[in-house]
T-cell receptor, first 110, second 114 residues
Framework: GQQLNQSPQSMFIQEGEDVSMNCTSS?????WLWYKQEPGEGPVLLIA?????ELTSNGRLTAQFGITRKDSFLNISASIPSDVGIYFC??????????FGKGTRLSVIA | DGGITQSPKYLFRKEGQNVTLSCEQN?????MYWYRQDPGQGLRLIYY???????QKGDIAEGYSVSREKKESFPLTVTSAQKNPTAFYLC?????????????FGPGTRLTVL
C-alpha cells in the first residue's frame, strides 16, 4: 500500500531555532496536508497544498509541495514553546482516504 | 459553532463489553472517518463512509463496526472481538469535492478497557 516516510521521528530544539521536517513517498499524490497534534487532542490542520511546486505560509510555518509530487516539507521559523507537539504529514489522490506519516515529535527547550 | 464533536472524552469499560463511541459533525461534510491512535504511534484507519448508508473497511476494521444512518453522525462500536481496544479514537470528516481534500478531526475519545 501507499506509505509516507516522515522524518525525523523526533526533534529537540532550543527556543528560537528553525525547524525542518519532511515526508517522502514512492507514490504520486495530488494533495499534501500538514497537521499538528497536541497531547490528548485531535490533529489540527496547519497547511494544505494542492499544486506541485506550491510554497505556502501560515505565520511562522512554511510548507512546500514537491515538484515530483512525491514529497513535501514543513519549516517552522523561530520556534516557541507552544510549537511543542506531534506534526503529521498526510497525502491523498482522488477521493481515497488520507495516507498519514508516523509523525515528528517536536520538543522545544526554553 | 461548526465542528466535529466526540463524546465522551474519556470512557472506561470492562473487558468483554461492547462500547459505542459517538461522532457528530455539523459541517455538512459528505465523508466521515474513524482512526485509532496508540501511544507514540501514527493514525490507523478503522472505517470510513462517503455517503449515508454506505461505509468501507479501513486498515484495521476487525473487531469494530459502524453505521451511517444520518449524514451528521458516524458512531463506532468497539466489540468484544477487538483484542486490544484500549486506545485514543479520532473521528474526522471532509467534503468530497475534486481538488479539495482537507480532513478535519474531532477532539478524540480515550477508551480504556479494564
Amino acid at each position: 500500500g501507499q506509505q509516507l516516510n516522515q522524518s525525523p521521528q523526533s526533534m529537540f530544539i532550543q527556543e528560537g531555532e528553525d525547524v525542518s521536517m519532511n515526508c517522502t513517498s514512492s507514490s504520486i499524490f495530488n494533495t499534501w496536508l500538514w497537521y499538528k497534534q497536541e497531547p490528548g487532542e485531535g490533529p489540527v490542520l496547519l497547511i494544505a497544498l494542492y499544486k506541485a511546486g506550491e510554497l505556502t505560509s501560515n505565520g511562522r510555518l512554511t510548507a512546500q509541495f514537491g515538484i515530483t509530487r512525491k514529497d513535501s516539507f514543513l519549516n517552522i521559523s523561530a520556534s516557541i514553546p507552544s510549537d511543542v507537539g506531534i506534526y503529521f504529514c498526510a497525502a491523498i489522490t482522488g477521493n481515497t482516504p488520507l495516507v498519514f506519516g508516523k509523525g515528528t515529535r517536536l520538543s522545544v527547550i526554553a | 459553532d461548526g465542528g466535529i464533536t466526540q463524546s465522551p472524552k474519556y470512557l472506561f469499560r470492562k473487558e468483554g463489553q461492547n462500547v459505542t463511541l459517538s461522532c457528530e459533525q455539523n459541517l455538512n461534510h459528505d465523508a466521515m472517518y474513524w482512526y485509532r491512535q496508540d501511544p507514540g504511534q501514527g493514525l490507523r484507519l478503522i472505517y470510513y463512509s462517503q455517503i449515508v448508508n454506505d461505509f468501507q473497511k479501513g486498515d484495521i476494521a476487525e473487531g469494530y463496526s459502524v453505521s451511517r444512518e444520518k449524514k451528521e453522525s458516524f458512531p463506532l462500536t468497539v466489540t468484544s472481538a477487538q483484542k486490544n481496544p484500549t486506545a485514543f479514537y479520532l473521528c474526522a470528516s471532509s467534503i468530497l469535492l475534486a481538488g479539495l481534500n482537507e480532513q478535519f478531526f474531532g477532539p478524540g475519545t480515550r477508551l480504556t478497557v479494564l
